[in-house]
């Protein structure tokens, strides 16, 4: 259930990512659009060719004259765009890969569950219960024990210590009102 949670939130935050950056693609667009309106109207726009092509489109290409600054940014930008789109193309890769693997999951959980009840049923007497694959190695599960035998010794000295304490602070109040009954 987890992990259909998990790859659900997954995949809407691909999604949302996926939106924003058409969102931004648009925006770019838009800009291009404009500036090249802006530079077709300056006169910088040399040639303005539109040709039909196989499927009846028609294609239309611009040249500019544009700085090599602002070539080198155009690039970039492209560059930039790109990256994102693949970058967010390969989450969303990941994401469908990670719910197929939850939804697979789910599917031998359920299975071994139907096989349980099926074998339960078969048998009244008899129960079979699967055990897990071992998460950890054996050196893994040495180094876990070691490490639990470590904070057992220091629970139980603080124990001890604990105790001493309240025995000391007891004496101490015990001598107290002693004392407090000497003086009366």
Do not use: H
């Not at 055990?131 to 139980?156: D, G």
Request: net charge negative; no cysteine; glycine share 2%.
């Amino acid at each position: 259930m987890k992990k259909k949670l998990f790859g659900t939130l997954l995949f809407s935050v691909v999604l949302s990512s996926l939106a924003y950056a058409e969102a931004d693609a648009d925006k770019m667009r838009e800009r291009m659009e404009a500036r090249e309106k802006q530079l077709q109207e300056q006169g910088v726009i040399e040639n303005y060719n539109s040709v039909e092509n196989s499927d009846g489109n028609i294609v239309t290409t611009t040249t500019t004259n544009l700085s090599p600054e602002e070539e080198r940014e155009a690039y970039a930008a492209l560059e930039r765009a790109r990256a994102r789109i693949e970058k967010e193309e390969k989450e969303k890769l990941k994401a469908q890969q990670e719910m197929e693997e939850a939804q697979k999951q789910e599917e031998v959980q359920a299975e071994t569950v139907t096989e349980q009840v099926v074998d339960e049923n078969s048998n009244q007497n008899e129960v079979s219960v699967e055990t897990p694959a071992p998460r950890m190695s054996p050196e893994e599960e040495k180094e876990a024990y070691a490490a639990l035998e470590r904070v057992r010794a220091r629970i139980l000295k603080e124990d001890e210590e604990r105790a001493e304490a309240l025995k000391a602070a007891a004496e101490q109040q015990a001598q107290q009102e002693n004392g407090d009954k000497v003086a009366e």
